[in-house]
C-alpha cells in the first residue's frame, strides 16, 4: 500500500514561487506514473501535471504550462511541483497521485494560497 504524503504548501504573494513535494512509502515509486491535482473551493478537483514512469515525460495543464515544472527523484521516491509565477487562481488544495495499472493512490493534500 502506498502512502502519499504532501508538503510546501502555504501562503505567497502573486508572482511568488513555492515547491511542493510529495514523499512516498510503502512502495517504489519509480514504477508509478506521479501528477498533481487541485481542488479550489467549490470546484471539482482538476488535474495540473504528470510525470510518467519509463522516460518521464512530462504533461500539464494549459493554465500552467510554463510556469509549473514536475519532477521525480526516484532514489528518494519523491516527486516535485516547482510553481514560479503564481496567481490568485492557482489557490487550491494541491494533491498527489501515484498511478500503476488501474490503481491510484493519493495523499491527502497541501493548501496553496495565492495572495494578490
Known amino acids: 500500500q502506498v502512502q502519499l504524503v504532501e508538503s510546501g504548501g502555504g501562503l505567497v504573494q502573486a508572482g511568488g514561487s513555492l515547491r511542493l513535494s510529495c514523499a512516498a512509502s510503502g512502495g517504489t515509486l519509480s514504477r508509478y506514473g506521479m501528477g498533481w491535482f487541485r481542488q479550489a473551493p467549490g470546484k471539482e478537483r482538476d488535474f495540473v501535471a504528470f510525470i510518467a514512469w519509463r522516460g518521464g515525460s512530462t504533461y500539464y495543464a494549459d493554465s500552467v504550462k510554463g510556469r509549473f515544472t514536475i519532477s521525480r527523484d526516484n532514489a528518494k521516491n519523491t516527486v516535485y511541483l516547482q510553481m514560479n509565477s503564481l496567481k490568485p487562481e492557482d489557490t487550491a488544495v494541491y494533491y498527489c497521485?501515484?498511478?500503476?495499472?488501474?490503481?491510484?493512490?493519493w495523499g491527502q493534500g497541501t493548501q496553496v494560497t495565492v495572495a494578490s
Open positions: 497521485s501515484a498511478t500503476l495499472g488501474v490503481t491510484d493512490y
